[in-house]
């Protein structure tokens, strides 16, 4: 049997990585033929014993193990692809044309040679059909740096997000609730303290405390007392370790800030960041930096506050809506709406299925 697609992943069907689930779910449902295979063999046997959506076209990938199919797609970081194998399967079991996602972070380095001769393994492949990139500067720089056909070369900005709904009444500082809630939402790995901004959240916090009884400070994402000296701040700030995205819908119904001075290398990180996304799109204000100049979508000071990586100018910057706590919530209404237009799964997944679409019936 001939599938139509192959998708091929290594974390699919669980829900860990939960842009993929969507995603390839969303595949499943818009295009006929389309089956998953994956080497995450445990979610696929919970998925299928509990008969999970689509639970009969979701399969064990084996690399020795040819599965028919017209077009292979992958949503996957580039040290993935090349990495873990599926390049290789691609192109030396499958043999057959393939398209994908590039997305930030997994060993991208924007700038150095390396990583456009890696690049460049990608695009000179014999089956590469297409390719989707989700940030502006990345695009450009791989038009201006790569062998790839521009053509082939499809610019979606922003990311795979499930459509989010507050599960409870959203509360607002100066409006419906007494104190100012400033949360940091971001996954603790190695170099995490200084590349996700942390050490410069809890800073901001030490500095806010010191005169401000009433803004409280909420961290997501396995950091905790521990991670960073916190002594000076631990009656104002609170841990709540790893979040399903469920928690968010209540989580963020309380938090007027989503504060991330991120300072990864440019191609680390998609901006905004995940996290902030998240909030943004459940009414909380983001405030976040953007080192790379990577934003073109949001009106500063009106859909969202850009911030530099410094304390005394986030501190200046919260202080302000902490007094004009109406503003604050006018940003939050405008923040809102334009996260949730950006990242509207329908419009975010019509160009990943209209592309796989036209190669597939070249």
Not at 52 to 61: A, M
Not at 104 to 133: C, D, H, K, T
Not at 254 to 283: C, Q, R, W, Y
Not at 316 to 329: F, G
Request: hydrophobic share 40%.
């Amino acid at each position: 049997m001939c599938h139509e697609m192959l998708v091929l992943d290594s974390i699919f069907p669980s829900e860990f990585s939960l842009f993929r689930y969507i995603e390839f779910m969303d595949m499943l449902d818009c295009i006929p033929g389309t089956i998953v295979a994956s080497t995450n063999y445990e979610a696929i046997d919970f998925h299928k014993k509990h008969r999970k959506k689509h639970w009969d076209k979701i399969c064990y990938l084996d690399f020795d193990k040819k599965i028919e199919c017209k077009l292979v797609y992958a949503g996957v970081f580039l040290s993935l692809f090349l990495d873990g194998g599926l390049k290789k399967y691609i192109e030396d079991v499958l043999k057959t044309k393939f398209v994908m996602t590039l997305y930030p972070g997994g060993g991208m380095a924007i700038g150095s040679r390396e990583y456009v001769n890696r690049l460049n393994l990608v695009f000179n492949s014999p089956y590469f059909e297409g390719v989707v990139i989700t940030q502006k500067p990345i695009y450009e720089y791989i038009v201006n740096n790569c062998e790839c056909n521009v053509d082939k070369i499809h610019y979606v900005y922003g990311g795979i997000l499930p459509n989010l709904v507050l599960k409870k009444e959203k509360k607002w500082y100066g409006i419906n609730k007494a104190s100012l809630d400033i949360a940091f939402v971001a996954y603790n790995y190695p170099y995490a303290i200084k590349s996700k901004g942390y050490d410069i959240f809890v800073d901001v916090a030490r500095k806010l405390v010191k005169k401000y009884g009433n803004i409280k400070f909420h961290v997501v994402g396995g950091f905790d007392d521990k991670t960073i000296d916190i002594s000076e701040i631990e009656e104002s700030i609170f841990f709540y370790g790893q979040y399903n995205m469920d928690d968010f819908e209540e989580f963020f119904a309380n938090i007027d800030i989503v504060l991330s001075p991120t300072k990864s290398p440019l191609g680390h990180e998609g901006f905004p960041t995940g996290g902030v996304a998240i909030g943004g799109m459940l009414g909380s204000v983001a405030f976040t930096s953007d080192v790379y100049a990577m934003n073109h979508i949001y009106v500063d000071g009106e859909e969202m506050v850009i911030i530099k990586n410094d304390v005394d100018f986030i501190y200046d910057k919260i202080e302000y809506y902490y007094n004009n706590p109406e503003k604050l919530y006018d940003i939050s209404v405008r923040g809102s709406k334009k996260f949730n237009d950006v990242f509207n799964l329908k419009s975010q997944m019509k160009h990943r299925i209209e592309m796989c679409n036209t190669i597939l019936n070249m």
